[in-house]
């Protein structure tokens, strides 16, 4: 158990609708990481925040978006969904910018789109 | 930018025998590399890291892996496979010491099963 939690375990879902993703951190971790793990593109880095602040940004959809709230914890919402868009979503986090720091990975999202 | 090739999505060994995982990145400045791996069902677990100092570096579960500059290379090994050794395995790179870029950029991971 790395620490970071994320829910829901399991998500489906049909083309266009919304969903919000949530993850919370190891306690005291500042940065939260959101990452995509597709058969296609294998794990790509999608967003980071620290305390708060958005401090990163990778091949992260317009139709997505992020924030990390005053506890620390983060949501990933995912609009407009396609199936291309069925994936697992990891949330991962440090203790501060990284660097050379190991990034803890939670269990995930499962996300299908129908 | 940073970049990362693992060579061989699958990898089947004996138990008992050499693992043998290969990575080559790309950097256009000192890299930080990870070695993670991924159970069924489960997310990913830093097996072990290299940031600056020893090139050989030791990790959990009996894993190694050797930072070599010259080649590009952080290959992982391990001596004798066990049975709960069969996992995914990702190598992953990010933007060192003299950059303020943290993300990882994994290689496509190589699947790795232990025969008995």
């Known amino acids: 158990d790395s620490g970071v939690t994320q829910t829901p375990k399991h998500l489906i879902t049909a083309t266009g609708q919304r969903v919000t993703l949530r993850c919370s951190p190891r306690?005291?971790?500042?940065?939260v990481y959101w990452y995509q793990q597709s058969l296609d593109q294998g794990l790509q880095f999608l967003i980071q925040y620290y305390n708060g602040e958005e401090r990163a940004k990778g091949n992260i959809l317009e139709r997505f978006s992020a924030q990390q709230f005053p506890d620390l914890h983060s949501e990933l919402n995912l609009s407009s969904l396609e199936l291309g868009d069925s994936a697992l979503y990891f949330c991962a986090s440090s203790p501060r910018l990284a660097g050379g720091n190991e990034q803890f990975f939670g269990p995930g999202t499962r996300l299908t789109v129908l | 930018a940073q970049s990362v090739t693992q060579l061989g999505s699958h990898v089947s060994v004996s138990e008992g025998a050499l693992v043998l995982l290969r990575c080559n990145y790309s950097?256009?400045?000192?890299?930080?590399l990870f070695w993670y791996v991924q159970y069924p069902n489960q997310g990913l677990q830093l097996l072990l890291k290299?940031?600056?100092?020893?090139?050989l570096v030791k990790g959990i579960n009996g894993f190694e892996a050797e930072f070599k500059k010259s080649e590009t290379s952080f290959h992982l090994t391990k001596p004798s496979a066990h049975m709960s050794d069969a996992a995914e395995y990702f190598c992953?790179?990010?933007?060192?010491?003299?950059?303020?870029?943290?993300?990882?950029?994994f290689g496509a991971g190589t699947t790795v099963t232990v025969r008995a």
């Open positions: 950097s256009s400045v000192p890299p930080y």
């Open positions: 992953a790179v990010s933007a060192g010491p003299r950059s303020n870029d943290y993300k990882l950029s």
């Open positions: 306690s005291g971790d500042l940065s």
């Open positions: 290299y940031t600056t100092g020893a090139t």
